[in-house]
């Protein structure tokens, strides 16, 4: 059975940082990475380690305040953000696949698998 398994979020100050893990088990992704949904928004993609070469992306809103990263095991993903907004706050979402193609990573439906999500308040 597969999973994704994300670390817990939590309550953040404005200017702070967190850093949330993803944990998958049952089979090994090419891709792995993040979205995240705030109220009333649709689901938006945040970062990916793209297939094994590693490259990575970034949504513009995080370009340069959040990192994404991967386990040299390649079945755990971590994604470090810096300098939070609340613009940042949302559920934050695992997602994997393995058959992704660089001109769909930004839509959800490209993606086989979603953890069950991870709210992330920043607030003071």
């Known amino acids: 059975q597969v999973q994704l398994v994300e670390s817990e979020g939590g309550l953040v100050q404005p200017g702070g940082s967190l850093r949330l893990s993803c944990a998958a088990s049952?089979?090994?992704?090419?891709?792995m990475g993040w979205f995240r949904q705030a109220p009333g928004k649709e689901r938006e993609f945040v970062a990916l380690?793209?297939?094994?070469?590693?490259?990575?992306y970034y949504a513009d809103s995080v370009k340069g305040r959040f990192t994404i990263s991967r386990h040299s095991d390649r079945n755990t993903v971590f994604l470090q953000m810096n300098r939070m907004t609340a613009d940042d706050t949302a559920v934050y979402y695992c997602?994997?696949?393995?058959?992704?193609?660089?001109?769909?990573?930004?839509?959800?439906?490209?993606?086989?698998?979603w953890g069950q999500g991870t709210q992330v308040t920043v607030s003071s």
């Open positions: 997602v994997a696949g393995n058959r992704l193609i660089l001109s769909t990573i930004r839509n959800p439906d490209a993606y086989d698998y």
């Open positions: 049952g089979r090994t992704f090419s891709s």
């Open positions: 380690v793209f297939r094994s070469a590693g490259n990575t």
